[in-house]
Structures are given as structure tokens and as C-alpha cells.
């Protein structure tokens, strides 16, 4: 998967991709992504994105079930409360913060009642950063665009794709790295990949396709 000869390494990504697909196929979808499979709109997507903001899968998937049925829809989301939102989206991280930010959003996009399609206007939204940024154009709007969460800092950085340490180093980086073909994709791929064997405490390396070519930056104990 990786060669060098007589210069940087080089990476087969379309067989790592294809690996990491393959791993996907085993395990539970991202709650996100089973979102996106059912149709969400792209109102739906941001808010689901932001509610998953430090969230488990189970409760995002959950919470955004129950505000949808209140509120699929900008105009909807607008004639709710603070509280009716709040006790919609509980138990999420953060849930008063993510209820304000939500209304607000709704409201800010009155004018137009759609959710913008570039990064810089997402990132002027109320608690919306690159990250959620970045995921929403993926899978809203179908752009090419890397999302970097935790999993997608670490494994790259464990595995010796790249060597950063801020996840805006690792958008560069991976941007650099991989073809943009496999940019939608990488954000779910490695978030179950992440989330089932290269987890972040006691990473379960003996089930890993990647053991030999990796050089398991960081890494103590495994099984």
C-alpha cells in the first residue's frame, strides 16, 4: 500500500479506500450518514451535524429524529421555543447552547429559507465551525470538501499518513495527500473505522488490515 524509491512515500489510496469500504460494510453507519440515506434535507443535515457536536451516535440520531417531526424545515424550526427545542434534542451535548444556536440559525436564514452552499457562509452561522462546515457540504450539497474530526486527526496521524497536530494542519495536509475523489467519502470511513477497530485507547491493531504498514504513532497498549 505504501512504496518508496527513491523519494516520498506513495500511497495506493484507491485499495486503501477500498479497504477502509469494506471495513464500513461490517459495521453501523454513522448516525449522520443514516440521516443523509433517509433523505434529509439540507436544513436537517446542519442541524443534525451540529447536534452531533460532542454527541454519541445513538443520542444525535435519536434527537434529530424527534426535532425533525416538530420541525423538518427552516420555516417550521422558526416558530418553536428555546424549551420546546431544548427538551427535543436532550439528551445532546451542550443541549441549551445547541437549541439557541439552532433558532438563531433558522431565523438568520429567513430571507432566503435555505441553507447557504459555500464554507464561508456556513462558517458566519451561529456554531458552526470547520468541521460541520466542511461535513455539510459533503453530504447537503455533494462538495468536495475533507471533514476532520477526532477520528480523522488521529488515524491519518497514527498510521504515519501524515504528521500534524491541529486538526486545520491535518484538513491541509490530507488535502495535499489524498485525491479529491475520496474526499466526501474519507469523513464516514474513518469515523467507523474509528470508531470499531483504531480506537483511540487500546486500538484492537491485531484486527486491522493496515498492522503492517503501520507505524502506530502514540499507540501503547493494543489488542
Known sequence: MRTKIGGPISYDWDRIFAVLRQQASAHPSPSLNVLTEGGSTPWQILASTILSLRTRDEVTLAASRRLFALAPDLASMRSLTAQTVEQAIFPAGFYHTKAKHLLQIAHLLAG??????????????PGVGRKTANLVLNLAFAQEAICVDTHVHRIPNRLGWISTTTPEQSEAALEA???????????????????????????????CPFQGECLRRGVGKTR
Open 177 to 207: 495527500l489524498w485525491p479529491r475523489k475520496h474526499w466526501i467519502e474519507a469523513n464516514a470511513l474513518l469515523v467507523g473505522f474509528g470508531q470499531t477497530v483504531c480506537i483511540p485507547q487500546s486500538p484492537r491493531c491485531s484486527l
Open 112 to 125: 432566503n429559507n435555505e441553507v447557504p452552499q459555500t464554507r464561508e457562509e456556513l462558517l458566519a452561522l
